[in-house]
């Protein structure tokens, strides 16, 4: 079977590699990029660096590949928060638990080639388990917030991602540590096997050649999906949305949901998500919430009655449980907590006081 560990191995490994450079070519100011990048390269380093002994490559290649394979299940993690959490970035549980991987897969890798001690089979199992929570956690997340997400594509695309990496995660931990064990090596092609689908079909993806161009015209102009382009036959439904939200002030039920707000509005929940998505430009339902959310609690720090209220009390009069969930959305629309924009709030008034008395 070398002949077909060569093949698979040498395959994947150069579609994963071409997969980096066009997402880099296509897509390099687009955030999850780097992700895109750090996992196929993760990936690459994991086929190469794991390779039968008669494939390895020279120290040094094999060296670069063994520290990129210590971090490819991290990369992954990475990469799959990345797709489907609109807010994600990293954090510092995110950098703890990629020291805590690199601590334990780089010595594994050095045990691989040198003689000198053999790797605690301990250590091993720590790996793996860390490597299972971080699929489990990974899997939760696409799961959980799927509900929220409004762009269909990616919404019916979670799925498929989750239970691939699932499926390609698993098997490759067990081929390493268990299969190729008992089998003295013999399954070593497992690995590769498992991961050329996954990259033949992310490569095909990326490289879908629009025809069009051998004609040398010009190109026509799409709208992208999210973009604003509101379909004709919802505008009846887009008032009724407006009414809900401005006038009755939907957005102030705690815990409210997209399903909640279709049966309020008696819509189909796809013609809702689709113009929330397409037509306002929203990619997720609580992102649309925090709009209305947000510009409500805004408005109350401009009201000087209101100024002795807590924030925690505003928050949770617009929709929110708790304090936690207002401060990251407040931030991450405005720059900064909501108690420091209605510090600054407070001070232009009363520089705009002081200027009018000297005036």
């Known amino acids: 079977m070398l002949w077909l560990d060569a093949f698979l191995r040498l395959s994947t490994v150069t579609l994963l590699l071409l997969s980096a450079i066009l997402s880099l070519r296509d897509k390099c100011c687009w955030r999850p990029t780097v992700f895109v990048v750090l996992s196929a390269v993760g990936v690459a380093g994991m086929l190469i660096a794991s390779a ?4 390895r490559p020279p120290l040094p290649i094999w060296a670069v590949a063994s520290i990129f394979d210590a971090g490819a299940i991290v990369f992954v993690w990475w990469f799959g928060l990345a797709i489907f959490r609109d807010d994600f970035r990293l954090h510092w549980p995110h950098w703890t638990l990629f020291v805590a991987v690199m601590a334990l897969n ?7 080639i040198s003689d000198q001690f053999d790797y605690p089979n301990g250590l091993l199992i ?3 388990l860390l490597a299972f929570g971080m699929m489990g956690h990974l899997v939760f997340t696409i799961a959980r917030e799927g509900r929220d997400d409004l762009v269909r ?3 019916l695309s979670r799925a498929y991602f989750a239970s691939g990496l699932v499926v390609s995660v698993v098997i490759s931990i067990l081929t390493e540590s268990i299969w190729n064990p008992l089998y003295e090596g013999q399954l070593t092609f497992i690995k590769p096997l498992t991961v050329f689908p996954l990259a033949l079909w992310f490569t095909l993806w990326l490289t879908r050649i629009n025809l069009n161009h051998m004609e040398f015209q010009h190109d026509h102009t799409e709208v ?5 382009g509101i379909d004709p036959r919802d505008g009846l439904l887009l008032e009724k949305l407006k009414i809900a939200m401005e006038i009755d002030k939907a957005y102030r039920e705690p815990g409210m949901t997209i399903r909640d707000l279709a049966e309020r509005l008696d819509a189909p929940e796809h013609r809702l998500r689709s113009l929330i998505n397409q037509g306002l430009g929203y990619r997720n339902f609580s992102a649309f919430l925090n709009s209305y959310r947000i510009n409500a609690v805004k408005a109350e720090f401009q009201d000087p009655e209101k100024s002795r209220i807590p924030v925690l009390t505003l928050a949770m009069d617009v929709g929110y449980n708790s304090l936690a969930p207002f401060n990251r959305a407040f931030r991450a629309n405005e720059g900064m907590t909501p108690t420091a924009y209605r510090q600054r709030l407070n001070e232009q008034k009363g520089d705009a006081l002081a200027d009018g008395a000297l005036g």
């Open 52 to 55: 039968p002994e008669i494939l």
């Open 106 to 112: 780089l010595p594994q890798e050095w045990a691989q």
């Open 126 to 128: 720590t790996g793996d």
């Open 153 to 155: 594509r990616r919404r």
């Open 224 to 228: 992208e999906e999210g973009g604003p």
